[in-house]
């Protein structure tokens, strides 16, 4: 591990999408590509904290140093999380899809011509809410993402008071930023303390500051 500010917290990551099986072969997902929960991990790193790193299937490699835990579903996803406490700070930037089939085919879902299969869903559980409103041992920190495509404050806000964690980065991910599966991203970092805008800058770069401040707030 490396030494610096963070060395002796543990933090753990959640990143990527979720996969929520239809059948063995198909599934639901989101167009997360893990890119910037894995930079934060990076960054988490870095600065010397143990990281334990639960991913869903991300189109990125995850970063060295790290504990790595892949998981494909919310479920998985949530249980993972449950298995990595207690940590000093969560910071979850997994999308975490909403809702999974209701019953998931063991087998594989055959086309007969003219039936259309219809799909009927559950609710997936809150891995924030849940780690945020933790009655004993809850993370000292507890950072969510707010992936919104208008009024980004306003909505991030409101999530952030309704999940109950402390810091809520927020992003505009309508199509026109290309931030979605893009290089850079443009933040708002919601607290205590307002709203703070950051400039857009490199998905690396995001992370960096987010650590730094995270290592500020707990190091
Ligand atoms: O409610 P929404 O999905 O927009 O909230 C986003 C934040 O909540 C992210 O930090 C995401 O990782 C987290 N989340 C979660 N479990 C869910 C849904 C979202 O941890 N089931």
């Known amino acids: 591990l490396a030494a610096g500010p963070l060395k002796g917290r543990r933090v753990l990551v959640t990143s990527g999408p979720t996969h929520e099986p ?38 990125v490699p995850p970063p060295e140093g790290v504990q790595v835990i892949r998981v494909q579903s919310a479920s998985e996803m ?17 999308a975490v899809a909403d809702w ?8 594989k879902i055959k086309k007969v011509a003219g039936a259309l299969p219809v799909l009927e869903f559950e609710e997936n559980p809150d891995i924030l809410a849940t780690v945020s409103q933790m009655a004993s ?30 810091w809520i980065v927020a992003n505009d991910v309508s199509p026109a930023t290309g931030i979605m599966g893009g290089t850079e991203n443009a ?17 690396q770069a995001v992370a960096d500051r987010l650590a730094k401040r995270i290592a500020a707030e707990i190091g």
């Open 22 to 59: 239809i059948d063995p072969v198909r599934y639901i997902a989101n167009r997360s590509s893990g890119v910037q929960g894995t930079a934060i991990a990076r960054s988490l790193a870095a600065l010397g904290a143990e990281v334990v790193f639960v991913t869903g299937p991300a189109d």
């Open 78 to 94: 949530a249980d993972a999380v449950a298995a990595a406490l207690p940590v000093d700070a969560a910071v979850m930037a997994a």
């Open 100 to 107: 999974r089939v209701k019953t998931a085919s063991g087998s």
């Open 137 to 166: 041992g809850r993370p000292a920190l507890v950072v969510g993402f707010a992936a919104e495509t208008d009024d980004v404050v306003a909505h991030a806000t409101a999530k952030r008071a309704r999940k109950g964690c402390d």
């Open 187 to 203: 933040v708002v970092l919601i607290s205590d303390a307002g709203a703070e805008e950051w400039p857009r800058m490199g998905k």
